[in-house]
């Protein structure tokens, strides 16, 4: 009598993993920009016709206006996107890890963990003109390259920690990374382009306030660019001190950026 060999079970899937993965790369690779043609038509009804047209205008619009990025302050739907993205990564790990740790040991998770997050960060280079513009019109700290890195140290504290560690571990961020953008003094300059147009002005530098009043090319994309030199120098002139600032180009991050942060920025003096 013949007896079948056993067949291994198809790996088990968390279908609302999956699902919500589907939802975000439906967004990801471009699904804003059916909004946005049902926006243009829209603009074209409200056009013809305010009667006709109002409520399929407001409609739309509300729905083109969440997918465009706040500013600064307050929360748009397009802003979900990207964390959304990194929650689940977060999540993928616990169970692709465990799995990993269980065949291969601790060590051999953790050299994929740091064999895809380097890839993955030079992906992000590549993506962002790495390989075919010249420095510094180069981002060092893109998407991908956020993603690389939250998943290299994510994965590593996982491999090296229990769950009672790692909570710890995250509350320790959490609280140092308030400490510092609450106590940690910066110069009392703020990095907008109006910002430093207006001290450039103040300043006598007719020439800087009127770059950066125009649309004029990202100076940290530029080589020894003049724009740069005199923003670094109202910045070192700068001697008051201030704590507390939460505000765009005027707090401890984005200080860090101008003064460390190598390359492109995507906000001009910081990313």
């Given at each position: 009598?013949?007896?079948?060999?056993?067949?291994?079970?198809?790996?088990?899937?968390?279908?609302?993993?999956?699902?919500l993965r589907g939802f975000d790369m439906f967004w990801i690779i471009g699904a804003d920009s059916l909004v946005y043609a049902l926006g243009r038509i829209a603009d074209g009804l409200h056009g013809k016709s305010e009667a006709g047209g109002s409520l399929l205008y407001r409609l739309v619009k509300g729905l083109t206006d969440q997918l465009e990025h706040a500013d600064w302050e307050g929360f748009h739907f397009y802003d979900l996107i990207f964390p959304l993205f990194v929650f689940m990564m977060g999540a993928s790990v616990v169970f692709s890890l465990t799995k990993l740790i269980e065949?291969?040991?601790?060590?051999g998770a953790m050299r994929r963990v740091i064999r895809r997050?380097?890839?993955l960060f030079l992906v992000g280079i590549f993506y962002s003109g790495g390989f075919t513009n010249a420095w510094p019109d180069m981002r060092?700290?893109?998407?991908?390259?956020r993603i690389a890195l939250a998943y290299l140290f994510g994965g590593l504290l996982f491999c090296l920690f229990k769950p009672r560690a790692l909570v710890a571990i995250c509350a320790g961020l959490?609280?140092?990374?308030?400490?510092?953008m609450t106590f940690v003094p910066i110069r009392d300059l703020q990095f907008t382009r109006a910002s430093i147009a207006r001290v450039a002005a103040e300043a006598g530098d007719?020439?800087?306030?009127?770059?950066?009043?125009?649309?004029s090319p990202n100076p940290s994309a530029v080589k020894d660019s003049p724009a740069w030199a005199a923003t670094e120098k109202f910045f070192?002139?700068?001697?008051?001190?201030?704590?507390?600032k939460f505000d765009k180009g005027y707090n401890v991050c984005d200080h860090f950026d101008f003064q460390y942060l190598p390359g492109r920025k995507y906000d001009t003096f910081f990313d």
């Open positions: 009598m013949n007896v079948p060999a056993p067949t291994a079970s198809a790996p088990q899937r968390l279908m609302s993993l999956d699902a065949r291969e040991g601790r060590a997050g380097v890839l060092l700290m893109g998407v991908l390259n959490l609280i140092g990374y308030w400490a510092l007719t020439k800087t306030a009127e770059y950066f009043n125009r649309d070192n002139a700068t001697t008051n001190r201030v704590t507390g």
